[in-house]
């Protein structure tokens, strides 16, 4: 029977799963830290070239851009080409994805019970299409459109309004120079380090603050302003009509701070009829599902077998 290694590298961690080609639901996911580049290689070698596993088919979720089939790491010197590693493990089918690509081709998979409402709830919609954001290691945007095709975007990389979003205070610092080092998981340490003197993670942050740490607290509301401001601007810009999806560790963590009004208070803020009716038509939602990016690459490798039928 034809199996189907998925795997999901991000910045810091690897997470895998095998099943059977005619299985759709993912169970067992395994995540291994990810130090060194050449851990990759080994791992690789020691999953598929077991032949016991019969895997013939991988599905490869990468956090970096994806140009010319291959994807070069974000955080990394290391990049994945599909034809050589095709042709390297003798596979039937290898493909790849950005990681936040991946996860905006989850979005079929989703449930009603896998995502909890922020504001904005709706039954009626604009437009077929949906936003996925979040931030982790570095900062993911992605977007589906008509429920068929989805892409990524560099939205983390990018240099403009960082100085509006840090302030001229944390700014000044030189240490934020792409929205991504002020919406993500570093972001958040950075601050913090910025402020006490200390380096801790972003983690430990969010347990000081769940034991009513001051600074910590503020840190994470000063975040929490953030992502409302630039989740407007990207609203305005892709107009996803089925609603923004925020994913990831860290939203799933940030549900138990978000006070809705004073969230859905900022988000609407600045903004003039009619652009502000598009921010009120669209739904903000926080999933709570986890591996995202794994259901995504089984969804993205059926929907290449149906074509092929």
Not at 165 to 194: A, C, H, M, R, W
Not at 255 to 263: A, M, S, T, V, Y
């Amino acid at each position: 029977m034809e199996k189907i290694l998925l795997i999901d590298l991000g910045g810091t961690h690897l997470r895998f799963t095998v099943l059977s080609k005619d299985n759709n639901e993912i169970g067992l996911v395994t995540k291994k830290k990810f130090n060194l580049d050449e851990e990759l290689d080994l791992f690789l070698k020691d999953v598929l070239a077991d032949d016991k596993n019969q895997i013939n088919n991988l599905v490869f979720s990468i956090a970096g851009p994806k140009l010319y089939g291959s994807i070069g790491m974000t955080n990394r010197t290391l990049r994945i080409d599909k034809e050589k590693l095709k042709e390297k493990f003798n596979l039937k089918n290898c493909l790849i994805l950005n990681d936040w690509e991946a996860v905006a081709y989850s979005y079929p998979s989703l449930k009603n019970d896998d995502f909890i409402n922020l504001i904005n709830l709706k039954n009626n919609f604009y437009n077929n299409n949906v936003l996925f954001f979040g931030p982790g290691t570095g900062l993911g945007v992605s977007f589906l459109i008509d429920n068929k095709f989805a892409q990524s975007t560099e939205v983390g990389n990018l240099s403009l309004g960082v100085k509006e979003l840090i302030g001229d205070e944390l700014f000044s610092t030189n240490q934020f120079t792409k929205i991504e080092d002020v919406v993500s998981g570093p972001g958040i340490s950075k601050i913090y380090e910025i402020k006490q003197n200390k380096k801790l993670s972003s983690e430990e942050i969010f347990k000081l603050a769940d034991n009513g740490d001051l600074i910590s607290l503020e840190i994470i509301e000063d975040l929490i302003n953030r992502l409302a401001i630039l989740l407007s601007q990207l609203t305005l810009t892709f107009q996803p009509g089925k609603g923004i999806f925020l994913a990831g560790s860290i939203m799933r963590t940030l549900i138990n701070f978000i006070d809705k009004e004073k969230f859905k208070k900022q988000y609407l803020s600045n903004i003039r009829n009619p652009q502000l009716e598009i921010l009120k038509s669209t739904p903000i939602n926080i999933v709570t599902k986890e591996n995202l990016a794994l259901y995504g690459c089984l969804n993205y490798f059926n929907s290449t077998q149906k074509d092929l039928n």
